[in-house]
T-cell receptor, first 112, second 117 residues
């Protein structure tokens, strides 16, 4: 069964550093998403991406965040200057128009 | 705005018994999808079951089934013959179509299921 692949599985970074979280969506999917889950809390929408541009973003997705599809396979989330409160599990997901999401296994980001 | 409510932070069930996890939601839309996701300690999000709102028949997947009450905006998950591997956090989710053509999921706060041997 096709999978969404996320790397790394766990990243530790110093506060103020930039991090890039990487995702390889399912190859024939056209819609891409990032979600965040702070430990012990619910999963929250960050951003959706279609046709090489952001379709919608949440209030959480401020100027510190950006997304990119640098080539035909990768989909990245960049956090420019990490804060302690950015520590969370970050999930990438992809979908075609009709189907539900397929989530990746997540990247655990720890900001110290 | 749509909301999803899971009123049971934690549930316990004896192995081989049946348990029902509750979920209610609020929406003014008539066509939508509802999902249950399982999140084990690895924190991966695993799709358990989904329900299309226009279908009256309740979805089933092996030991997992839902009781979808559209008028009451209720979407409960029943797990039959519970197994130790079912222990996890369970999230109910509502899928909302956005004008941009993409979908947005709205998650509940989750129910932690413990399975007792």
């Amino acid at each position: 069964e096709p999978e969404v692949t996320q790397t790394p599985s766990h990243q530790v970074t110093q506060m103020g550093q930039e991090v890039i979280l990487r995702c390889v969506p399912i190859s024939n999917h056209l819609y891409f998403y990032w979600y965040r889950q702070i430990l012990g809390q619910k999963v929250e929408f960050l951003v959706s991406f279609y046709n090489n541009e952001i379709s919608e973003k949440s209030e959480i997705f401020d100027d510190q965040f950006s997304v990119e599809r640098p080539d035909g396979s990768n989909f990245t989330l960049k956090i420019r200057s990490t804060k302690l409160e950015d520590s969370a599990m970050y999930f990438c997901a992809s979908s075609d128009r009709a189907a539900g999401y397929t989530f990746g296994s997540g990247t655990r980001l720890t900001v110290v | 705005a749509q909301t999803v409510t899971q009123s049971q932070p934690e549930m316990s069930v004896q192995e081989a018994e049946t348990v029902t996890l509750s979920c209610t939601y609020d929406t003014s839309e008539s066509d939508y999808y509802l999902f249950w996701y399982k999140q084990p300690p690895s924190r991966q999000m695993i799709l358990v079951i989904r329900q299309e709102a226009y279908k009256q028949q309740n979805a089933t997947e092996n030991r997992f089934s839902v009781n979808f009450q559209k008028a009451a905006k209720s979407f409960s998950l029943k797990i039959s013959d519970s197994q130790l591997g079912d222990a996890a956090m369970y999230f109910c989710a509502y899928r909302r179509w956005q004008i941009s053509g993409t979908y947005k999921y709205i998650f509940g706060t989750g129910t932690r299921l413990k399975v007792l041997a």
